[in-house]
């Protein structure tokens, strides 16, 4: 198990970036596939990216992100990141970090995930 904190939101106009970090303390980090997700108000949480263990050689991106946002990690740290650019009015919404020991797969449903942050508001300006 692993405790997840996020941070690095905040309001930008559209077209800006941001980059959103999780940091997590407890055990084996690197062991752990890691998720991005999503919940805007009156909306059910949304799948954003993911990542898989160790070297995070495998990606998984949600359409309405592709092109456009990057997932990385960097094990030393403990921490992993999502590097949001050309962002919309639409990616107004708390973005979660989300982890699961996982030998080889990366999930994209909040369900698959066993450990979760508090969430982080970002909030993008027309």
């Known amino acids: 198990q692993v405790q997840l904190v996020e941070c690095g939101g905040g309001l930008v106009q559209a077209g800006g970036s941001l980059r959103l970090s999780c940091a997590a303390s407890?055990?084996?980090?690197?062991?752990?596939?890691v998720g991005w997700f999503r919940q805007a108000p009156e909306k059910e949480r949304e799948f954003i990216a993911a990542?898989?263990?160790?070297?995070?050689?495998?990606?998984a991106y949600a359409d309405s992100v592709k092109g456009r946002f990057t997932i990385s990690r960097a094990n030393a740290k403990n921490t992993a990141y999502l590097q949001m650019n050309g962002l919309k009015p639409d990616d107004t919404a708390i973005y979660y970090c989300?982890?699961?020991?996982?030998?080889?797969?990366?999930?994209?449903?909040?369900?698959?995930?066993?450990?979760w942050g508090q969430g982080t508001q970002v909030t993008v300006s027309s």
């Open positions: 989300a982890a699961r020991v996982s030998l080889r797969d990366i999930g994209t449903t909040a369900e698959w995930y066993d450990d």
């Open positions: 407890g055990r084996h980090f690197m062991s752990n596939a």
């Open positions: 990542i898989s263990r160790n070297d995070g050689s495998r990606t």
